[in-house]
């Protein structure tokens, strides 16, 4: 068994991996539409000519960012803008780093308008800093170039369905701001190949995106299950979601909220795609900023708060001009009736109230991005708030 495995961290250009597994499998066929080998690797050299000048362009600046990230890691330069809190005032935007175009999460609308429940999160950003929910700037972000752009000060906060894992959170001079949704990793397969189980994937082949968390969790539970894939590993989400609707793998796999994602708005007839009942990880999706950066990291982890905290006082932007007279001193607080609300944070005292009346709580913005009142029709589960059998608890605004 030949193992051929080409990653991490090469920036621009498309990755391949071909794992010379055992693909001679009776439940995985080359498919009506799969290709051999060779024919994928002329897709891919035609897809890596496209992207090879951009690829150069960001192995370029890749290499610069990396030597900014690494100075300052090794405590030679301080970390890109200490002070993020007053940088972002200065400018008078939050420049907010999020996926290239990922419905529920972060997509422009055909006016280019973002939105999103990541989204969400960087218009609350800046109602609570900046007082105006509009403040604020998406930077389209591909997987493997996200973490790089908040070490080199591109972005202020990343929030883009980045799950917080150990390594994250310690080793890439990035720290998590809470989390705002929790995942876990599964498996859409067209339906016409009959599986109805991840045990049944042995001898599949499996489209990924470089520089997820997918990769490494596939690979784990694989080896736990003694199941044998083949791992096809493409940097560009558009091209291996374009991978998968052709059929060149067998298997998606990342976030069941991705799943659900782009089987909704990427795939021409979602019916015929199933998503499987196995979740093989835990995907806890959250904000990040930089390390070092605290009065930034508080606005970011309060702001995620307020709206948490909104949905469990029933505070909602319909109702929160009547909540401004309620005698509740918790909804005092949040809504900084109380004078002074907002000055730890250093922040304007209506800094939470701004965000509940422009962006609404933590609840509506589910329901709208992700929830019922969306095309990805994701039941609340695990996110539902801490009194409803979820996880959703906000630390106390006093
Ligand atoms: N939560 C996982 C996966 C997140 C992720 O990047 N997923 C991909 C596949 S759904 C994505 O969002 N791609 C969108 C893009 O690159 O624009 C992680 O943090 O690594």
Same mark, same amino acid.
């Given at each position: 068994?030949?193992? =051929?495995?080409? %990653? ?6 498309? $990755? ?20 051999? $080998?060779?024919?994928?690797?002329? $897709? ?5 000519? %496209? ?46 780093? &999020? ?25 609350? =950003? ?128 990342? /976030? ?6 782009? %089987? ?7 019916? /015929? ?20 950066? /605290? ?24 109702? &929160? ?35 509940? %009346? ?41």
């Amino acid at each position: 068994m030949k193992c =051929v495995s080409a %990653r991490p961290f090469s920036a621009g250009a498309i $990755i391949l991996i071909e794992r010379a597994w055992s693909t001679d499998s009776a439940k995985f066929p080359p498919r009506r539409k799969a290709r051999p $080998i060779a024919a994928r690797l002329g $897709i891919y050299n035609r897809i890596h000519s %496209r992207t090879q000048k951009r690829g150069m362009q960001m192995r370029r600046l890749g290499l610069i960012q990396g030597a900014v990230a690494s100075l300052a890691l090794v405590g030679w330069l301080p970390l890109a803008q200490a002070d993020t809190l007053d940088v972002v005032k200065d400018r008078g935007y939050v420049q907010c780093g &999020v996926t290239t175009g990922f419905a529920g999460f972060s997509t422009p609308d055909d006016k280019g308008q973002w939105h999103g429940l990541d989204i969400d999160l960087c218009r609350a =950003v800046a109602a609570a800093v900046l007082g105006d929910a509009d403040k604020f700037k998406a930077v389209p972000l591909n997987s493997q170039q996200r973490f790089t752009a908040l070490q080199s000060g591109e972005i202020d906060l990343l929030a883009r369905n980045t799950s917080v894992t150990q390594r994250r959170d310690t080793a890439l001079g990035a720290i998590h701001a809470g989390i705002n949704f929790y995942d876990g990793q599964g498996f859409l397969v067209p339906k016409e190949l009959g599986v109805t189980s991840a045990k049944e994937l042995d001898g599949a082949t499996i489209c990924m995106q470089t520089g997820t968390s997918n990769e490494n969790t596939m690979a784990d539970w694989a080896r736990a299950n003694n199941i044998k894939y083949k791992p096809v590993v493409i940097e560009q989400f558009s091209e291996v979601v374009n991978a998968f609707a052709a059929g060149r793998c067998d298997v998606f796999s990342t /976030d069941a909220s991705g799943l659900a994602s782009i %089987r909704i708005s990427k795939l021409k007839n979602p019916d /015929d795609y199933v998503v499987l009942p196995e979740i093989i990880s835990k995907e806890p999706l959250g904000p990040f900023v930089r390390q070092g950066d /605290d009065v930034w990291l508080n606005a970011v982890k309060w702001s995620l708060m307020a709206m948490i905290e909104a949905e469990e006082l029933g505070v909602t932007s319909a109702n &929160v001009e009547q909540q401004l007279k309620s005698s509740s001193p918790s909804i005092q607080r949040l809504l900084g009736v109380v004078p002074g609300a907002g000055k730890n944070l250093r922040l304007d005292d209506k800094w939470a109230y701004n965000i509940v %009346r422009q962006v609404g709580n933590y609840g509506e913005s589910y329901e709208r991005n992700v929830g019922m009142g969306s095309p990805l029709k994701i039941p609340r589960g695990l996110n539902a708030l801490w009194t409803k059998g979820g996880l959703m608890y906000a630390l106390p605004i006093r």
